[in-house]
């Protein structure tokens, strides 16, 4: 039965076109379809395995449908072959594409993605302490140089109430030094927020892992920037200004860290 039917009547009745394949992942896949109202993305999860996570993500991204930095889900039904959402399709795919294709991104484009996912977390976190619990390259989408949108929201939980916390999930390399069984899902989200401004300014993964034992990350922690640059030479296009501020952001103890202005407006 159709979660929603209007006005994407022909979504439920399948009448549209498959256009193009534009990925997959351990979930399921995401398809380009084409209909008599335009061109969507289509992405279906797996019904057999992750069925669940389809409807959380469905579910989640209804929440936060009034915040232009969060992708527009504009149907969900179940099928014979998984769960399917009906989403905008962002028309140079993810950051870890954009940024793929071109290098990195430009200091003031960086910092305009980075601002625009810190005001749809403090949306999400603070109107239904929601926590994403996957933020990276591959679930930021990206419309223009001035806009992306978070998605992939099949990870994201609602935090307990008193203290924030949610069980550990996303991807490792990402994850903050403190996360154990269970973390604080702001501090959590806000590292993976600034991993991926790291991320866009240099044109790589920062580090494999928030460890001690990780050069890239040791060095970092340390300040030292001409030791990152003999590591990987994309570490010499920071700014000694964007390096500072990396490191505030991305302080090893979670009570140290910076929460920039950005975080506390909403849109």
Known sequence: MALFTRPFQWFFDNDYDLVDYLGSGGFGTVLKITSKEGT?????????????????????????????????????????????????????????????????????????????????LHCMHTSDDYCHRDLKPENVLVFSRQLCKIGDFG??????????????????????????????????????????????????DPWNAASMDDPEYEAFQRGDLSALVQINLRWKRLTSTDFHFLRQILRHDPMKRRVPKCYRRNF
């Open 155 to 204: 990870s994201s939980l609602p935090m307990d109430f008193e203290s924030k916390k949610v069980p550990r999930g996303g991807t490792r390399r990402y994850h903050p030094p403190d996360i154990i069984s269970a973390v604080n899902g702001i501090k959590m989200d806000q590292w993976g927020a600034g991993m991926i401004l790291a991320f866009c300014l240099i044109g790589k």
């Open 40 to 120: 969507f993305a289509m992405k279906t999860t797996k019904c057999w395995e992750f069925g669940d996570i389809g409807r959380r993500e469905f579910h989640a991204l209804q929440r936060f449908q009034c915040h232009p930095n969060v992708l527009k889900c504009h149907a969900g039904k179940m099928s014979n072959d998984g769960f399917r959402l009906l989403l905008d399709l962002a028309p140079y795919g993810d950051l870890r594409q954009v940024v793929d294709k071109h290098g990195f991104c430009r200091r003031h484009t960086a910092h305009c993605y980075y601002n625009q996912i810190m005001g749809a």
